[in-house]
């Protein structure tokens, strides 16, 4: 696999925000309110939390040019929750405007980074500028996919899908060591546990499963000591805001 660098990542969020942009062209008001790919989301929903998302890391920079940290989401994860349920029934053209305001402004900030810039700490997954530059990627491009508008997991490129593979290996369970098989291509393993399950099936197919997307092709297959098995169950997305502790 080739990682992506502070080098390469702008040309993929720009290409990223450009399929956001051109799926919205193709929306109209009543397909706002239609059910999304996401359980119990509309469309409406994901478009509110694309706005969200790429305001939440456009403000992660303007902290970390100043050596700063703050919050991903203004009032955490309950602020975000309710910024999304009260924009999910706004107008196309409301959408239209907050999400291409938003995704703009944070790849303009992406794209002012001087090369120093990208290893400023941020507050997300208490990481760098590049982890949240990958991080608006991952948003972009899989809730593109959410919407189901006919731009699904089949069409993610091969350096996004493999940028998956890595960033989504804290979903193996510790008993699992996965064995990716892609069709045509070189195999990779996922974990380290004692239990080995060959995933075989198309690239996007496999990154859509570990994404915790329906696979578009319907190509995977799951075996274990060379039986067929059910496709294991995967731990929880690697969460992006830390859980706050209980008393």
Excluded at 128 to 143: F, P, S
Excluded at 158 to 186: D, I, K
Excluded at 209 to 234: I, K, M, Q, Y
Aim: hydrophobic share 40%; glycine share 12%.
């Amino acid at each position: 696999m080739t990682p992506i660098t502070a080098e390469t990542l702008p040309a993929e969020l720009h290409k990223a925000a450009g399929t956001v942009t051109r799926l919205l062209a193709k929306m109209d008001d009543s397909s706002v309110t239609g059910p999304s790919e996401l359980p119990g989301w509309s469309r409406g929903h994901v478009l509110a939390h694309l706005t969200g998302i790429a305001n939440a890391m456009a403000r992660q920079l303007e902290y970390a040019r100043r050596g700063e940290q703050i919050e991903l989401y203004d009032g955490g994860m309950e602020g975000r929750t309710k910024a999304i349920n009260l924009a999910a029934g706004h107008s196309l053209a409301e959408h239209t405007a907050s999400v291409t305001t938003a995704v703009e402004s944070a790849v303009a900030a992406f794209d002012a980074l001087e090369p120093g810039d990208w290893q400023a700490r941020i507050s997300y997954r208490d990481g760098t500028v590049l982890d949240g530059g990958l991080a608006l990627w991952r948003e972009l491009t899989i809730h593109a996919a959410d919407l189901g508008l006919g731009f699904g997991p089949e069409t993610w490129s091969r350096p996004f899908c493999e940028h998956l593979f890595g960033f989504l290996e804290a979903r193996v369970p510790g008993e699992y060591r996965f064995v990716l098989q892609p069709t045509g291509l070189p195999p990779l393993t996922l974990g380290s546990g004692g239990t080995s399950i060959a995933i075989t099936g198309m690239l996007t197919d496999i990154a859509a499963w570990l994404a915790g997307r329906e696979p578009s092709l319907g190509s995977l297959r799951a075996t274990a000591a060379a039986d067929g098995v059910d496709l294991p169950e995967l731990l929880p997305w690697p969460a992006g805001v830390p859980a706050q502790p209980t008393h």
